[in-house]
């Protein structure tokens, strides 16, 4: 992950006044395709993305991702402002989900469906509240403007999910590419860990956790950066 700048694989598909672009991720399993015109509508763009799982009931509401999930092999969708992460499992191939994926992306924006209907509100996972401790407050600071950004680079993204002051770990949750990438491991331990550990002394160590982890604070939306060209 955080190699996003100068990847050698890039094929794209113009069709109907659309023009869409793949690229590899460092997750093998995962591809993002970033379409010529906005994947979010107005109504989203203070949003920076949406993650569904297949079986979830959450993308339900969502046209796209309902499209995308009715092909074999996919497994997880990511809808961000200017692009959709698709993940597929082991035995999906590339060459066959890859074509169904463009024309799925195409019909979507021939039908002129939002990407997301009836989205509820949800707080920044990183959002600092009068709660929480100086500590959490300088992790999500550290979360939003530094260590997101380059995880969106790569087609992914990393949710905060909170802070145990005892034993000084700090959990987290990916998605999008992330999510099953081989190199997920060492972006949180030589990246998003060594990161928060040179700046915040009180943080020990880093936890990768699921939605099954932490089904009551998990969350399918957040707020995007100030600036999201920050990097890592």
């Not at 979010?40 to 920076?48: N, P, R, T």
């Not at 997301?116 to 401790?133: K, W």
Request: hydrophobic fraction near 40%.
């Amino acid at each position: 992950m955080f190699a996003a700048l100068s990847r050698p694989f890039r094929r794209s598909l113009s069709r109907r006044g659309v023009f869409i672009q793949v690229e590899k991720t460092p997750n093998p399993f995962s591809l993002k395709f970033v379409p010529s015109q906005a994947v979010l509508g107005e109504e989203h763009q203070d949003k920076s993305g949406f993650h569904f799982h297949r079986g979830d009931t959450e993308y339900l509401r969502s046209p796209l991702a309902k499209k995308l999930f009715a092909i074999d092999g996919v497994t997880g969708i990511f809808l961000a402002r200017d692009f959709v992460t698709v993940s597929k499992n082991e035995d999906g191939a590339w060459a066959t989900i890859k074509p169904h994926v463009f024309g799925h992306i195409m019909d979507f924006y021939a039908e002129g469906l939002p990407a997301v209907e009836d989205a509820l509100p949800a707080a920044s996972d990183t959002l600092i509240t009068d709660d929480d401790s100086e500590v959490v407050a300088m992790i999500k600071e550290l979360v939003e403007a530094r260590i997101r950004p380059a995880v969106q680079e790569d087609g992914g993204d990393i949710f905060f999910r909170g802070f145990d002051e005892a034993t000084g770990v700090v959990k987290v949750e990916l998605a999008g590419s992330c999510v099953g990438c081989p190199s997920s491991s060492v972006t949180l331990r030589n990246g998003v860990e060594n990161m928060l550990m040179h700046y915040i002394a009180e943080v020990k160590a880093i936890e990768n956790v699921t939605p099954d982890d932490d089904a009551d604070d998990f969350k399918l939306s957040f707020n995007p950066p100030d600036n999201p060209h920050l990097s890592i």
